[in-house]
């Protein structure tokens, strides 16, 4: 660590004290010279007082070499290291005078981040140290080093990460919020399970929770982990129903499948969805899986068997239910196993039956059906009681006959003839129209539901739609005309 980040500024370092070498070099070179020059005058003159030489020489000599070590000592008390650099990731951040003083600002910051975060701090690097010269007042104390670090340095903080299969996936301040969130999670897919009936909950991936170091920036909410286990994602896509929208045609417009779009709105209801309502578009793909097992007890029903009989009293084309058929019940317990809340094994353990199914008899007609055209003769159109007549009523005309009946009830053609209208029209909600030849048309209005369409040929008798309370109407009923080239007749007198 220290070799690497100190590396560059090591060898600037290095390369500044060359420099100064080399400056020291010359001007040793440079008194040489002098002493040389010196001495080779000298010697010209001593030639001629040979006596003194010799004296003179070693005296010389040792200044010299004095001159030398002094100029050394000078030299060393110049560009000798006599403090440290402190680097960060490469990054000098101050000078100072001994390797306490960065050790000192270390624990200072660490408490200060501490008190900052409530939490254990760490630094995940270490100052990098370099032997070099300075001047007193390019030397940090500790607190002015601190205040350096603050720039260059990150820090870790004390945090419980979420593991699963050894891959990180949120991280808390406290070990509570990291079990929260995972007791959240499973809580998701318990919906509609008894506490009682749950054998067993169990993470599809090894999940577990450690403490380490992580960055604060990194800390998320309960709320927010939650989501993000259970959607898979952090993104938030949602749609705001349209008048007229349905499952399907949201689907289709954000290509993906009615499925999916359940799967991303749980609590939504498919087939009845508000304006304005907003779904989400997000399909789940939980990051921890939840598999649950259930020991369940539950009342199941059992279908009826049907038996077919025949009768030469309906037509070809009718059935009637004579003895109409009645689920049995049976208690059931089973072994149910959910992944992410949705069945994926159901394993039945017991079942008792507790009613018995009671046969249903459908009695299908032989008779071969009237031609569909008219007979010139009409027949009641339902069964029930006149509940309003043809003729003057609160001082408007009533056009037709009203027979009150159960919604429901079905509706007969009163002759054979071609449907030439079907739809809704106004105060008689929705009509049928039978044109029956020879002038004649019989209208019913108020239905709940149509069994014919434009264009049919409908024998006398034949089911055509069910009464209804649809248009203007104060309860369910038939409104029967009778008309004969287009004005309406008293449908008492053809009956
Ligand atoms: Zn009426």
Same mark, same amino acid.
């Given at each position: 660590m220290e070799g690497s980040d100190g590396g560059d500024n090591f060898s600037k370092l290095k390369f500044k004290a060359k420099s100064f070498g080399s400056k020291?070099?010359?001007?040793?070179?440079? *008194?040489?010279s002098i002493i040389s020059k010196h001495s080779s005058e000298e010697k010209k003159l001593y030639i001629k007082k040979p006596s003194n030489f010799k004296i003179t020489n070693s005296k010389r000599f040792l200044v010299s070499i004095s001159a030398v070590v002094l100029i050394f000592i000078l030299l060393y008390m110049a560009f000798a290291k006599n403090a440290y650099s402190v680097s960060v990731n490469n990054i000098e951040v101050g000078r100072i005078k001994n390797k306490n003083v960065a050790i000192e600002a270390m624990g200072g910051l660490?408490?200060? *981040? @501490?008190?900052?975060?409530? $939490?254990?701090?760490?630094?995940?690097?270490e100052p990098a140290y370099a032997k070099v010269r300075a001047s007193k007042k390019e030397l940090l104390d500790s607190k002015a080093l601190q205040e350096q670090f603050v720039k260059y340095i990150s820090y870790r903080v004390k945090s419980y990460i979420i593991y699963a299969d050894n891959e990180a996936i949120a991280c808390f301040k406290t070990k509570e919020e990291a079990d929260d969130v995972l007791e959240a999670v499973k809580e998701n897919y318990l919906k509609g399970v008894k506490?009682?009936?749950?054998? &067993?909950? $169990?993470?599809?991936?090894?999940? &577990?929770?450690?403490? &380490? +170091?992580?960055?604060?920036?990194?800390?998320?909410?309960?709320?927010?982990?939650?989501? +993000?286990?259970?959607? /898979? $994602?952090?993104e938030v896509k949602t749609h705001k129903v349209a008048s007229g929208e349905t499952f399907w045609s949201i689907s289709r417009k954000y290509d993906i499948t009615v499925e999916e779009l359940e799967k991303a709105n749980p609590e939504a209801n498919s087939a009845r969805i508000q304006i304005g309502q907003e779904l989400s578009l997000i399909v789940p793909k939980p990051l921890i899986g939840v598999k649950t097992v259930e020991e369940a007890t539950y009342i199941d029903k059992i279908q009826f068997d049907q038996k077919l009989e025949f009768s030469d009293s309906l037509y070809k084309d009718q059935t009637s239910i004579r003895v109409k058929g009645v689920y /049995? @019940?049976?208690e059931v317990s089973a072994i149910i196993t959910k992944v992410n809340g949705l069945e994926t094994d159901r394993e039945i353990i017991k079942e008792k039956v507790?009613?018995?199914?009671?046969?249903?008899?459908?009695?299908? /007609?032989t008779k071969e059906p009237p031609p569909k055209k008219g007979t010139g003769v009409f027949a009641t159109p339902t069964r029930g009681s006149i509940s309003s007549r043809f003729g003057m009523r609160r001082g408007?005309?009533?056009? /037709?006959?009203?027979?009150?009946?159960?919604?429901? $009830?079905?509706?007969?053609?009163a002759d054979g003839g071609d449907v030439i209208f079907v739809g809704t029209s106004g105060t008689y909600g929705k009509l049928i129209k039978i044109d029956h030849g020879a002038g004649f048309q019989t209208w019913y209005g108020h239905l709940s539901a149509y069994s014919v369409k434009v264009g049919d040929k409908v024998y006398k008798g034949q089911i055509i739609g069910a009464v209804g309370n649809t248009g203007r109407s104060t309860g369910p009923h038939l409104h029967f005309e009778i008309r004969k080239n287009g004005v309406p007749k008293n449908p008492s007198s053809y009956l």
């Open positions: 020291a070099l010359n001007s040793l070179k440079n *008194y040489k660490k408490k200060q *981040y @501490e008190i900052q975060s409530g $939490t254990s701090v760490s630094f995940d690097f506490k009682e009936e749950l054998k &067993e909950i $169990t993470f599809d991936k090894a999940v &577990e929770i450690k403490e &380490e +170091f992580g960055e604060l920036s990194a800390m998320t909410s309960v709320e927010k982990a939650r989501k +993000f286990i259970i959607d /898979g $994602t952090n /049995g @019940e049976k507790i009613k018995k199914p009671k046969e249903q008899i459908l009695v299908k /007609g408007r005309h009533h056009d /037709g006959l009203d027979i009150a009946a159960p919604l429901g $009830t079905p509706v007969k053609a």
